[in-house]
Antibody, heavy 118, light 108 residues
C-alpha cells in the first residue's frame, strides 16, 4: 500500500522561495514518476510538472519554467518541489502524486498549504 | 498550450445518471482519466485509461471515449457522489499532463 507524506504548511513573504517535500513509502520509489499539482483557493487543479526519480529527468509546464525546480533524493525516497519568486497568486495547496508512463495519477499526498502574504 | 475542456457544473437528482464530457484534440491518441475531489480532500482517481476503474471504486462509475471526447458516467447517482470531477490527459506528444477546469456535480 503506497503512501506519500508531504511536509507541513508554509507561510512565505512575497519574493521568497518555498520547498515542499514528498516522502514515498510502500512502493519502489524509482519506478514511478512524481508529479506536482497545485490548487489555489476555490480553483481547479493545475499541473506544474513531473520528475522521473530513476534518472532525475524533469518536465515543467511552460507557465512555471524558470521558477520551479523538482529534485529527488533516492536514498530517502523523497521528492522535492521548489517554487521561487513567490507572489500572493501562488497561495495554494500543493500536491504530489505518482504515475507510470501512462500518466494517470493513482496515488496522492494529502497536500501542503503554501500561503504567500506580506 | 494544450487544453481539455469540461462543463463547469452538472446537476442530477438522486438515482439518475450523470454524464460529464471532456473534450480535447489529443484525446483520440491520449487516454482520459477522471478524479473525484471532495472539499478539503486530495483528488481520488475514479477512472483511468478512458474506461478502467480502480479497485474500490463503485461500479456505478464508468468511462467511455469517442473521438475527441471522453465521458464520465455515474449511474444511480447517490448523495455521496456530490463533488468536483476533473478530467486529465496528456498532450499529443505524451510529455505534458493537463487537467480540465473541473465540473461541480450537484445532487439535487
Amino acid at each position: 500500500q503506497g503512501q506519500l507524506v508531504q511536509s507541513g504548511a508554509e507561510v512565505k513573504k512575497p519574493g521568497a522561495s518555498v520547498k515542499v517535500s514528498c516522502k514515498a513509502s510502500g512502493y519502489t520509489f524509482i519506478g514511478y514518476y512524481i508529479h506536482w499539482v497545485r490548487q489555489a483557493p476555490g480553483q481547479g487543479l493545475e499541473w506544474l510538472g513531473w520528475i522521473n526519480p530513476y534518472n532525475g529527468v524533469t518536465k515543467y509546464t511552460q507557465k512555471f519554467q524558470g521558477r520551479v525546480t523538482m529534485t529527488r533524493d533516492t536514498s530517502i525516497s523523497t521528492a522535492y518541489m521548489e517554487l521561487s519568486s513567490l507572489t500572493s497568486d501562488d497561495t495554494a495547496v500543493f500536491y504530489c502524486a505518482t504515475s507510470s508512463e501512462e500518466w494517470y495519477l493513482d496515488l496522492w499526498g494529502r497536500g501542503t498549504l503554501v500561503t504567500v502574504s506580506s | 498550450s494544450y487544453e481539455v475542456t469540461q462543463p463547469p457544473s452538472v446537476s442530477v437528482s438522486p438515482g439518475q445518471t450523470a454524464r460529464i464530457a471532456c473534450s480535447g484534440d489529443a484525446l483520440p491518441k491520449q487516454y482520459g482519466n477522471w478524479y473525484q475531489q471532495k472539499p478539503g480532500q486530495a483528488p481520488v482517481l475514479v477512472i483511468f485509461k478512458d474506461s478502467e476503474r480502480p479497485l474500490g471504486i463503485p461500479e456505478r462509475f464508468s468511462g467511455s471515449s469517442s473521438g475527441t471526447t471522453v465521458t464520465l458516467t455515474i449511474s444511480g447517482v447517490q448523495a455521496e457522489d456530490e463533488a468536483d470531477y476533473y478530467c486529465q490527459s496528456a498532450d499529443i506528444s505524451g510529455t505534458y499532463v493537463v487537467f480540465g477546469g473541473g465540473t461541480k456535480l450537484t445532487v439535487l
